[in-house]
């Protein structure tokens, strides 16, 4: 697979200033709703004042597609994105486990796994974040690269780093 | 049901453990919205024939916790909270900033309804349609952090125990209280993610009066569907765009406002109202964006993110974390306690959001109480300590006491008008002229002596939430500072800091009816929708009871304090003239619709289509004349 082309979306944590409206728009373009837990991306806030945006991270070896025992999932060759085929999905969770940051979900109301599938290319979420200014979202070209998979992390351990880090241990420790 | 509403209102019995649903009339949503509005009419419909024997802190009171239609459509997530209010006896719509109200339409419900009282400490926990009461006794007496990092986390165990294999479960929001509401302090607030608080009203002692800890959901559904998506969606655009385009605000927040309230405009309340004037640069707001530069803080959907996460890593107040402090903790907090330094004031702020207090409430009761000081009137027996001006350590000495109603925390719990009476019956002496409230309620930051801040002369006298500083009476009263203004947004229920913008004002009457399918005008808005909302809080507030009533030819007035002259600054030796504080009482009765004893007009209500609620006030009417 071609390198060229491949975008992926930077989170920077600290940026992040939980105001979800990646989830808005993420929600509006994918379900014509506003939907948080929905969305395709999550802010996930297990400590007040530590959002952290929850995203597919694309890794470089998609453990998540070659754990599908229905060959659901899909790369996309455009994007690097992972593509669900919600005919095939039987939302049996095997994507979830095989995520080192267990990030996808099964949606809130159909049967099938949610996991992030860059708008095709233009990422609305990395738009209102940067609207707003606050670039924790920011759209970058995607080169073959192990780090990538670096951030296919849990929340509760981004959050547990981060907030050791803000506040100290103790807190960290209480999630 | 119109657009815009989740379509049920979730109704708690605490006393039986009794949960149901119910629908509200789709005229009636019409007609009182949501949030305040609505609260206002469950309220009267229920307790208003007895209004003045329920006892605010007694399990009749009711807590409503009430979205409206504009929430999470409006950039910013709002919930309304209210019942009878332990501070004014009559209505207060106090709102508060969260995720909580948003995950609650999207649950499917547009409000709660608490009756009764629980047996034990409770919490409530919603997932979508599946509504249950817990045991909160191992989080009672808690504060902020621990309570709610603790039932976050039990309730996400739950969550992902029951649907296994679904992925990580978010965290559910929350409203909670501390000690102090479960302590009955009428300073109390209703609180969310550790620092906001829907302060005013004194909404946590009730909330504590009912043994409820706290209110946990998640809701997994969508925001319920809108009557036009397409122009929902241009005119929140058009709001998103208009305050994205704040600079200094969205910098700032109302951060800098600590220092330029009282250097520029002269109407900051400094060491209890003595003065409004200051000129102190170490309380400036780059001294607290050092504390602040951590993150920009924001909640749903918010283009502004006024509030910011204060931390301090080092230090004697080392641990404190807070938000900001926006300005009116700045002030009540800081500068009305003669405290100058960013530090100590992100100390006390976090330490009244660990405690669960309304910073404005409680600040102003520190103040109260350190003035007393000053003129010897309480003395260190009375303390077991001396409280200076502007000693951090001392007033959270005094926080804890209060929270905990120990010594003299007992009686100062009661909030600074009832300390004030009970104080000058212990001492013989008259302390009320100390007291800086407005029918029970602290007034906000905001003074008028200056004549250059927003509010006006009849603004805290004949607002129908006393001191509350977001809800001011107004000449004219479609004026943008106007309470018929304060209550489309508390009843919207939305944050009124996307509305400055003359701009995004006009949005608003275009959101309300494409998300609604309503066409309500300004003008049917300014002349019926908002007045009965209005008239029915007014009524119930100069009913009052069962300890306090007011008396508009007294009460309608501003604290007696604002009647001396500011000696510092600019505007030192301005004085404000009862007489012209009469005049525009008078001219505000007159324009709303009262008559010259401030009491709703018979033909006004009748108008309006509120005949009980002449019924009830002519008995006021006999006693005023």
């Known amino acids: 697979m071609s390198s060229s082309g491949l975008i992926w979306i930077y989170r920077n944590y600290l940026n992040c200033s939980g105001c979800r409206r990646c989830e808005i728009v993420c929600s509006l373009s994918h379900e014509g709703k506003i939907w948080p837990e929905a969305s395709r991306i999550r802010i996930f806030m297990l400590i007040p004042g530590i959002e952290i945006p929850h995203l597919c991270a694309q890794c470089h070896d998609y453990p998540c597609v070659s754990a599908c025992p229905v060959e659901a999932l899909s790369i996309s060759k455009e994007t690097?994105?992972?593509?669900?085929?919600?005919?095939?999905?039987?939302?049996?969770?095997?994507?979830?486990?095989?995520?080192?940051?267990?990030?996808?979900?099964?949606?809130?109301?159909?049967?099938?796994?949610?996991?992030?599938?860059?708008?095709?290319?233009?990422?609305?979420?990395?738009?209102?974040?940067?609207?707003?200014?606050?670039?924790?979202?920011?759209?970058?070209?995607?080169?073959?690269?192990?780090?990538?998979?670096?951030?296919?992390?849990?929340?509760?351990?981004?959050?547990?780093?981060?907030?050791?880090?803000?506040?100290?241990?103790?807190?960290?420790?209480?999630? | 049901?119109?657009?815009?509403?989740?379509?049920?209102?979730?109704?708690?019995?605490?006393?039986?453990?009794?949960?149901?649903?119910?629908?509200?009339?789709?005229?009636?949503?019409?007609?009182?919205?949501?949030?305040?509005?609505?609260?206002?009419?469950?309220?009267?419909?229920?307790?208003?024939?007895?209004?003045?024997?329920?006892?605010?802190?007694?399990?009749?009171?009711?807590?409503?916790?009430?979205?409206?239609?504009?929430?999470?459509?409006?950039?910013?997530?709002?919930?309304?909270?209210?019942?009878?209010?332990?501070?004014?006896?009559?209505?207060?719509?106090?709102?508060?900033?969260?995720?909580?109200?948003?995950?609650?339409?999207?649950?499917?419900?547009?409000?709660?309804?608490?009756?009764?009282?629980?047996?034990?400490?409770?919490?409530?926990?919603?997932?979508?349609?599946?509504?249950?009461?817990?045991?909160?006794s191992h989080v009672w007496g808690k504060g902020a952090k621990e309570t709610l990092l603790t039932l976050v986390r039990e309730a996400r165990r739950e969550l992902e125990n029951r649907y296994r294999g679904r992925g990580i479960w978010r965290e559910?929001?929350?409203?909670?209280?501390?000690?102090?509401?479960?302590?009955?302090?009428?300073?109390?607030?209703?609180?969310?993610?550790?620092?906001?608080?829907?302060?005013?009203?004194?909404?946590?002692?009730?909330?504590?009066?009912?043994?409820?800890?706290?209110?946990?959901?998640?809701?997994?559904?969508?925001?319920?569907?809108?009557?036009?998506?397409?122009?929902?969606?241009?005119?929140?655009?058009?709001?998103?765009?208009?305050?994205?385009?704040?600079?200094?605000?969205?910098?700032?927040?109302?951060?800098?406002?600590?220092?330029?309230?009282?250097?520029e405009l002269s109407s900051e309340p400094v060491m209890n109202w003595q003065e409004e004037w200051h000129n102190e640069e170490s309380f400036g707001v780059d001294k607290f964006e050092l504390f602040w530069i951590k993150r920009f803080w924001g909640d749903f959907g918010c283009p502004i993110t006024c509030l910011k996460l204060s931390v301090i890593n080092s230090g004697p107040f080392k641990g404190a974390i807070t938000d900001n402090p926006d300005y009116e903790n700045q002030a009540y907090l800081g500068t009305n306690l003669g405290v100058f330094n960013a530090d100590a004031n992100i100390y006390l702020t976090a330490l009244a959001d660990e405690l669960g207090f309304c910073g404005i409430q409680v600040g102003n009761v520190l103040a109260f109480t350190a003035e007393l000081y000053q003129r010897g009137i309480l003395t260190k027996e009375d303390l077991g300590f001396e409280l200076k001006w502007g000693d951090a350590k001392a007033f959270a000495t005094l926080l804890r006491m209060i929270a905990r109603r120990e010594g003299i925390g007992d009686i100062l719990a009661e909030g600074t008008y009832r300390a004030a009476l009970k104080i000058s019956e212990m001492k013989g002496v008259d302390v009320t002229k100390y007291a800086i409230t407005v029918k029970g309620v602290a007034v906000g930051a905001h003074g008028i002596r200056s004549g250059k801040d927003y509010p006006h002369y009849a603004s805290y006298p004949c607002s129908v939430q006393g001191g509350d500083h977001t809800s001011v009476a107004y000449v004219p009263i479609d004026h943008g500072n106007s309470e018929l203004r304060a209550i489309l947004y508390d009843s919207g229920v939305v944050c009124w800091f996307n509305f400055f913008d003359v701009k995004a004002q006009e949005a608003l009457w275009n959101l309300l009816n494409a998300v609604t399918g309503w066409e309500i005008t300004p003008e049917e808005w300014f002349s019926t929708i908002s007045r009965r909302i209005l008239n029915i809080q007014r009524t119930v507030l100069l009913l009052g009871g069962p300890d306090l009533k007011w008396n508009p030819k007294i009460h309608d007035d501003i604290p007696p304090r604002w009647y001396e002259p500011l000696t510092r600054g600019p505007y030192a030796g301005k004085i404000v003239e009862k007489a012209k504080i009469q005049e525009s009482i008078k001219e505000y009765y007159k324009a709303i619709g009262w008559d010259e004893n401030g009491i709703p007009l018979s033909e006004e209500l009748k108008r309006l289509g509120l005949e009980d609620v002449d019924k009830k006030l002519e008995q006021i009417r006999q006693s005023t004349k």
């Open chain 1, 80 to 175: 690097g994105a992972v593509l669900v085929d919600k005919e095939k999905c039987t939302a049996c969770g095997r994507c979830i486990e095989a995520c080192p940051g267990n990030i996808p979900f099964i949606h809130p109301s159909d049967n099938y796994a949610v996991i992030c599938d860059l708008c095709g290319g233009d990422p609305e979420c990395v738009k209102a974040c940067k609207e707003g200014g606050w670039n924790a979202l920011q759209l970058v070209k995607r080169e073959s690269d192990y780090n990538f998979k670096l951030y296919a992390k849990t929340p509760d351990r981004i959050t547990k780093e981060l907030a050791a880090r803000i506040y100290g241990e103790e807190i960290a420790e209480a999630i």
């Open chain 2, 1 to 136: 049901m119109p657009k815009g509403y989740a379509g049920k209102i979730l109704e708690i019995d605490l006393s039986s453990e009794n949960i149901k649903e119910i629908k509200i009339d789709k005229d009636i949503l019409r007609q009182y919205i949501g949030g305040r509005g609505l609260a206002t009419k469950i309220l009267w419909d229920r307790l208003g024939n007895r209004w003045e024997e329920i006892d605010p802190l007694g399990p009749e009171n009711l807590l409503l916790m009430l979205t409206g239609p504009l929430t999470g459509f409006v950039p910013g997530g709002r919930i309304c909270i209210s019942g009878k209010s332990p501070q004014s006896n009559g209505i207060v719509g106090s709102t508060v900033g969260g995720e909580f109200p948003i995950d609650l339409k999207c649950a499917g419900y547009d409000g709660i309804i608490f009756t009764g009282t629980a047996e034990k400490p409770t919490y409530l926990f919603i997932k979508d349609s599946d509504v249950e009461l817990k045991d909160a």
């Open chain 2, 172 to 263: 559910p929001s929350a409203l909670y209280i501390g000690p102090a509401g479960e302590n009955l302090c009428r300073t109390a607030a209703v609180v969310s993610k550790w620092v906001h608080a829907a302060g005013y009203g004194g909404y946590g002692a009730v909330m504590g009066s009912k043994n409820l800890k706290a209110v946990l959901v998640k809701g997994t559904g969508p925001l319920p569907e809108v009557h036009d998506m397409e122009e929902t969606l241009k005119f929140i655009n058009e709001i998103v765009e208009i305050n994205l385009g704040k600079d200094m605000f969205r910098r700032w927040g109302t951060g800098s406002a600590g220092y330029t309230v009282g250097a």
